[in-house]
């Protein structure tokens, strides 16, 4: 079974920085589509950085270029997001996707959540100003 497992979110204050977590299972990540999202309380949900092995590319949303970053550690298993000078509007629940077999773009996969077919279960990230 394919599995994500989200972890790492928590309480910030402004400023600080936050590396999440999405731990795979039942797949590798080497033709794989993942992708980070958020969605904060009334709000849809974001696209914030996707990785897609289509086209080798990351795609980062406006919100998240030069403050977030998408790594991996493939012996592992697991992609990170790594949040950095954060802010209160960053507040919200964060969620890792993916598809075993990347069929689009990254920029595809970020601003078409429902492309994805497997998610996490979300990790909470609160930030005070």
């Known amino acids: 079974d394919v599995q994500l497992q989200a972890s790492g979110g928590g309480l910030m204050q402004a400023g600080g920085s936050l590396t999440l977590s999405c731990a795979a299972s039942g797949f590798t990540s080497d033709d794989a589509a993942i992708g980070w999202f958020r969605q904060a309380p009334g709000k849809e949900r974001e696209g914030i950085s996707c990785f897609s092995s289509v086209d080798g590319r990351t795609y980062y949303a406006d919100s998240a270029k030069g403050r977030f970053a998408i790594s991996s550690d493939n012996a592992r298993n697991t992609v990170y997001l790594h949040l950095s000078d954060l802010k209160p509007e960053d507040t919200a629940v964060y969620y890792c996707?993916?598809?075993?077999?990347?069929?689009?773009?990254?920029?595809?996969?970020?601003?078409?959540?429902?492309?994805?077919?497997?998610w996490g279960q979300g990790t909470q990230v609160t930030v005070s100003s």
């Open positions: 996707a993916a598809d075993i077999v990347g069929y689009y773009s990254g920029s595809y996969y970020c601003q078409n959540y429902n492309a994805y077919t497997y």
